[in-house]
């Protein structure tokens, strides 16, 4: 266990600022930090999108409609998913 507060990043937003990201979380290992995971929770329109390719977990979270599916996602520091 670390002293570090959180082990995974939610990625929640889509294209470049998703992908930019991805690459600082990546550095930030490289660098010998405590590892961080990124997780991109995505819709099923977005399930082929390079950041979904490139996270290290995918989280398919609703219908093709974006607005509908982060509208019905609960706000929650939270997650609503086993911690691995």
Do not use: C, K, Y
């Amino acid at each position: 266990m670390t002293d570090q507060p959180f082990q995974r990043v939610a990625i929640v937003n889509r294209g470049e600022p998703a992908m930019r990201l991805i690459h600082a979380v990546r550095e930030w290992n490289a660098e010998g930090r405590p590892p961080l995971r990124t997780i991109a929770l995505h819709t099923a329109v977005d399930r082929h999108a390079m950041f979904v390719r490139e996270a290290d977990e995918a989280v398919l979270i609703g219908p093709e409609d974006p607005d509908q599916a982060f509208a019905a996602t609960p706000t929650s520091t939270t997650p609503s998913w086993p911690a691995r």
